[in-house]
């Protein structure tokens, strides 16, 4: 072979490797994420700040529902095979299930439930008509849906035990129409590679999405906040320890709210993002100083669930 081929060879081989590395490698995005200085400033998600554009390239915008009130949610595009595409999205259960009849439980549904379950572990509500529910990757400004953004539909929704007698598992994992490749704009996030890796004690960990701000008002363009985990006892019958991860507000109160649902909870470990929450429900704890909490779907926890499921859905 002549120098030149060799040469030119080489080139090729490096710039393959380069894209790789900027579009398939989990957990690096091609835009990097702004790192907090601080507890954080400005008025949004709430009192979050908007996020640097397409920098959480796994980032969704669910929306479930043929006409309006739609309920809109977020949601996580995951990196489940390594690969350079995926077509998994990872969101809260009740973002996909329909609760309508989720009133107090009757002694009579208790009980039935509690049969049931001897015999279905995974007991859960009535799952929303996949026709109704589209997702949406590469997007930053809500009113601006430019090239980058990708519409996708919906073909399988798994949930999790979530029910109107145990809503334990406020999970679900959606299967889109065809797998989305990675580009700059469009990336799965790391998944925590086993059940006992934990967050990086005093890390840094985003929460990202769209829901509503300190003004009562939605975001348009996609926020993210600094959040703390929370260590400590959690007075809420609602939380569950072994399952959930609870942060709490920064001095600046910022946290997650309504229509943030279902998104993710980031951490930075080894210069790489891996998800390790889904935001699941707010937790109001009046005995404590900081009375804003919240609770997220603990990953490792739901790891074997991921994997069955994931295989379930991929048959």
């Known amino acids: 072979m002549s120098c030149l081929k060799t040469a030119l060879l080489a080139i090729f081989c490096l710039g393959s490797l380069l894209m790789r590395d900027s579009e398939g490698a989990c957990g690096k995005p091609f835009f990097r994420p702004i790192l907090p200085s601080g507890d954080g400033v400005g008025s949004r998600i709430s009192n979050g700040i908007e996020a640097r554009k397409h920098s959480h390239p796994w980032q969704v915008f669910l929306v479930n529902g043929k006409q309006e009130p739609y309920q809109t949610c977020g949601g996580s595009l995951i990196d489940w095979n390594n690969g350079n595409a995926s077509d998994l999205v990872l969101t809260a259960a009740h973002c996909v299930v329909d609760m309508s009849g989720f009133d107090k439980a009757t002694v009579w549904e208790e009980i039935s439930y509690a049969f049931t379950r001897l015999f279905n572990s995974n007991v859960h509500g009535p799952v929303s008509n996949v026709s109704n529910i589209r997702i949406y990757l590469g997007v930053h400004d809500l009113e601006d849906l430019s090239s980058s953004v990708v519409d996708v539909g919906v073909s399988a929704v798994a949930v999790g035990e979530f029910n109107k007698v145990a809503s334990y598992d406020d999970l679900a994992l959606v299967k889109l129409e065809r797998e989305v490749p990675y580009n700059e704009f469009i990336q799965g996030i790391c998944l925590p590679g086993e059940k006992k890796a934990q967050p990086p004690a005093e890390g840094t960990c985003l929460v990202t999405g769209w829901g509503i701000q300190a003004d009562g008002k939605e975001a348009n363009k996609l926020q993210q906040v600094n959040v703390q985990l929370f260590k400590g006892h959690v007075n809420s019958p609602l939380f569950r320890k072994d399952r959930m991860l ?70």
């Open 246 to 315: 609870c942060t709490r507000a920064n001095a600046n109160n910022a946290r997650p709210l309504e229509g943030d649902s279902g998104g993710p909870l980031i951490c930075l470990k080894n210069d790489t993002f891996v998800l390790y929450g889904v935001v699941s429900f707010g937790i109001a704890n009046e005995c404590q100083e900081r009375t804003d909490k919240d609770a997220f779907m603990k990953l490792t926890y739901y790891l074997d669930w991921l994997r069955r499921t994931i295989a379930g859905l991929q048959a």
